[in-house]
């Protein structure tokens, strides 16, 4: 996958995402902050979400439309949204401000006039939210844009990837990347279940993490696991409030992470290490010395040879075969043996 010239996979570096979310707090100026607050961190993308109440739910206040667990909890779907949603307006301004500092911004659309909105302002990829991940209509619409897709799984069962997944390629939509997510806000680090990602990559060989917790431990953990893109709440301090401030990184955090990630992914390395006969160290390792002097046509024995460190000799495997055999000169104690040393 590739957006705005960043690829994206396992062979590249760790693709981080400063999730703004609700944290603009519907201010247009307080967004512009948070973008450049995560430029400077060094996230690779700022992702908003674009959406008005009426896009996501009706104003009712049944039991069915209450919030029943934190944070919003007691307030109506309609609410919330309608009080933290960005106007949205300030979409093309955002995209524009995006391209002027240098950071790519992408967002999770909720309904077609969104994703029309989108893609008048030059919006380069799609985010699924979990909740829209189980909608095949909504689903559908997304790929026929054409954009690279990152959808989280936070409430997906297999049935329900079974179907995402059809829908992308009925539509011959080839960039997906799938997150792994736990849909908590905030998500206990016991709930990740992380082994859920090897499954993820059974339907796309790209996934990631959306991690709605403070701690870096299950983000450094799902890049170790193959992960290849990180997405964190991002604000630009905790302490002003907000809907999603409590699980939200701030720029000093998002820089550790940034950091982190990066050096967890350049210690995976290559298994092709193990093919290598001179792997780092090796000349630390036994291998066969003339322990006294010897004389040309002597045989070599365990008296005169033995295995030891260090490792310029030849190697220990070759002991029984040298047995027997002669020098063809005369070497001094401590000489490494070599083949050019034996008749």
């Known amino acids: 996958?590739?957006?705005?010239?960043?690829?994206?996979?396992?062979?590249?570096?760790?693709?981080?995402?400063?999730?703004?979310?609700?944290?603009?707090?519907?201010?247009?100026?307080?967004?512009?902050?948070?973008?450049?607050?995560?430029?400077?961190?060094?996230?690779?993308?700022?992702?908003?979400?674009?959406?008005?109440?009426?896009?996501?739910?009706?104003?009712?206040?049944?039991?069915?439309?209450?919030?029943?667990?934190?944070?919003w909890k007691g307030r109506t779907y309609y609410q919330l949204y309608r009080q933290i949603a960005l106007p949205l307006e300030y979409t093309k301004q955002l995209f524009d401000y995006a391209r002027e500092i240098g950071i790519t911004l992408f967002s999770s659309p909720f309904d077609e006039r969104a994703i029309d909105l989108l893609m008048e302002s030059g919006c380069p990829a799609f985010k699924i939210a979990s909740f829209e991940a189980v909608d095949p209509q909504f689903l559908n619409c997304i790929a026929q844009t054409g954009k690279p897709i990152l959808m989280s799984t936070g409430i997906s069962s297999l049935e329900d990837l079974d179907m995402a997944m059809k829908v992308f390629t009925d539509n011959r939509a080839e960039d997906i990347l799938l997150f792994h997510c736990v849909s908590a806000y905030p998500a206990a680090?016991?709930?990740?279940?992380?082994?859920?990602?090897?499954?993820?990559?059974?339907?796309?060989?790209?996934?990631?993490?959306?991690?709605?917790?403070?701690?870096?431990?299950?983000?450094?953990?799902?890049?170790?696991?193959?992960?290849?893109?990180?997405?964190?709440?991002?604000?630009?301090?905790?302490?002003?409030?907000?809907?999603?401030?409590?699980?939200?990184?701030?720029?000093?955090?998002?820089?550790?992470?940034?950091?982190?990630?990066?050096?967890?992914?350049?210690?995976?390395?290559?298994?092709?290490?193990?093919?290598?006969?001179?792997?780092?160290?090796?000349?630390?390792?036994?291998?066969?010395?003339?322990?006294?002097?010897?004389?040309?046509?002597?045989?070599?024995?365990?008296?005169?040879?033995?295995s030891i460190r260090p490792g310029y000799g030849l190697s220990p495997v070759f002991y029984e075969q040298v047995m027997g055999k002669t020098f063809n000169q005369k070497l001094d104690a401590g000489t490494a043996l070599k083949w050019e040393h034996i008749s």
Request: glycine share 8%.
């Open 189 to 306: 680090i016991e709930d990740y279940n992380l082994r859920a990602i090897p499954i993820l990559k059974q339907f796309s060989p790209l996934v990631g993490l959306s991690d709605h917790s403070l701690a870096d431990t299950a983000a450094l953990a799902a890049i170790a696991m193959g992960g290849c893109a990180v997405e964190k709440h991002f604000t630009l301090s905790r302490a002003d409030g907000g809907p999603d401030a409590a699980f939200s990184l701030e720029e000093d955090q998002m820089r550790a992470l940034k950091i982190n990630c990066q050096n967890v992914w350049d210690s995976l390395g290559s298994s092709e290490i193990l093919n290598s006969k001179n792997r780092p160290g090796r000349e630390h390792a036994r291998s066969l010395y003339v322990i006294c002097d010897v004389a040309c046509g002597e045989p070599l024995s365990g008296k005169n040879i033995r």
């Open 1 to 71: 996958m590739e957006i705005e010239g960043r690829k994206i996979g396992p062979g590249y570096p760790p693709y981080i995402i400063a999730e703004m979310s609700n944290n603009h707090m519907g201010s247009v100026d307080r967004a512009k902050k948070i973008m450049l607050s995560a430029q400077r961190a060094g996230a690779d993308a700022v992702k908003i979400a674009t959406y008005d109440a009426d896009a996501l739910t009706i104003d009712c206040t049944k039991t069915d439309f209450m919030i029943r667990t934190p944070l």
